[in-house]
C-alpha cells in the first residue's frame, strides 16, 4: 500500500527552527518529485517546495532562503528543514508525491509566542 | 505566477442534483509534451486532499464516474452528478505545468441543502 506519514510538527517560537518527516512506504521517495504542500488554518492550499528525482529542489518565494527540502533514500523518507519561522508559516504541512495521488495526514505546525 | 480562479466560491445542491465547479488559469496549461496539467482535489472536513482528477478529464482509479472534468488551454470544469452526502468538502483546482510554482485556486465549498 502506498503511504506517507508526516511527523515533526509542533509549537515553536518566532524565529525558531522544526525539521519535519515524511516516512513513504509502498513506492521509492528517490524516483518521485516529492512535495510539501501546506494550508494555513481556514485557508486554502499552498504549494511549498519540491525535491526532484535527480535531486534539484525549487521552493515558493514565501519559504525561499529559509526551508529546505531534502530526502534520506535509505530511509525512504522526505524533510522539510524550516528555519527562521515566521507566524505566518503556522500551517498544516503535507507531503505529496508527483501526481498528488498520494498525501499524508499532514502535521500541524504552530509558531507563536 | 499561474494564477487559478475558481467560481462559485460556495455551492449548496440538492441530493441527486448536479453541481459544477470552474477553473480558470492565467496562462494555458498545455505543455508541449501534449499533456494539459490540470488537476482537482476534493478535501472532505478534517481529512487531506484526495485527487479526484488529472490532465483536465482522467479519473484517478476508485473515483466515481459522477466526477467529470472537462475544458482545454485555460478553462476548465469539474461536475459532479447526482451529488451525493459523501461530495461535501471543498474542491480544489490545480496547476502542474512544469512552471513553478504550482498553484490552487482558492477552493470552492460544496454543501449538501
Known amino acids: 500500500e502506498v503511504q506517507l506519514v508526516e511527523t515533526g510538527g509542533g509549537l515553536i517560537q518566532p524565529g525558531g527552527s522544526l525539521r519535519l518527516s515524511c516516512a513513504a512506504s509502498g513506492f521509492n521517495v528517490s524516483s518521485n518529485y516529492m512535495n510539501w504542500v501546506r494550508q494555513a488554518p481556514g485557508k486554502g492550499l499552498e504549494w511549498v517546495s519540491v525535491i526532484y528525482s535527480g535531486g534539484s529542489t525549487y521552493y515558493a518565494d514565501s519559504v525561499k532562503g529559509r526551508f529546505t527540502i531534502s530526502r534520506d533514500n535509505s530511509m525512504n523518507t522526505l524533510f522539510l528543514q524550516m528555519n527562521s519561522l515566521r507566524a505566518e508559516d503556522t500551517a498544516v504541512y503535507y507531503c505529496?508525491?508527483?501526481?498528488?495521488?498520494?498525501w499524508g495526514q499532514g502535521t500541524l505546525v504552530t509558531v507563536s509566542s | 505566477d499561474i494564477v487559478m480562479t475558481q467560481t462559485p466560491l460556495s455551492l449548496s445542491v440538492t441530493p441527486g442534483q448536479s453541481a459544477s465547479i470552474s477553473c480558470k488559469s492565467s496562462q494555458s496549461l498545455l505543455h508541449s509534451d501534449g499533456k494539459t496539467y490540470l488537476y482537482w482535489f476534493l478535501q472532505r472536513p478534517g481529512q487531506s486532499p484526495q485527487l479526484l482528477i488529472y490532465?483536465?478529464?482522467s479519473r484517478l482509479s476508485g473515483v466515481p464516474d459522477r466526477f467529470s472534468g472537462s475544458g482545454s488551454g485555460t478553462d476548465f470544469t469539474l461536475k459532479i452528478s447526482r451529488v451525493e452526502a459523501e461530495d461535501v468538502g471543498v474542491y480544489y483546482c490545480?496547476?502542474?505545468?512544469?512552471?513553478?510554482?504550482?498553484?490552487f485556486g482558492q477552493g470552492t465549498k460544496v454543501e449538501i441543502k
Open positions: 490545480m496547476q502542474g505545468i512544469h512552471l513553478l510554482p504550482w498553484t
Open positions: 490532465e483536465v478529464s
Open positions: 505529496a508525491r508527483w501526481g498528488f495521488d498520494c
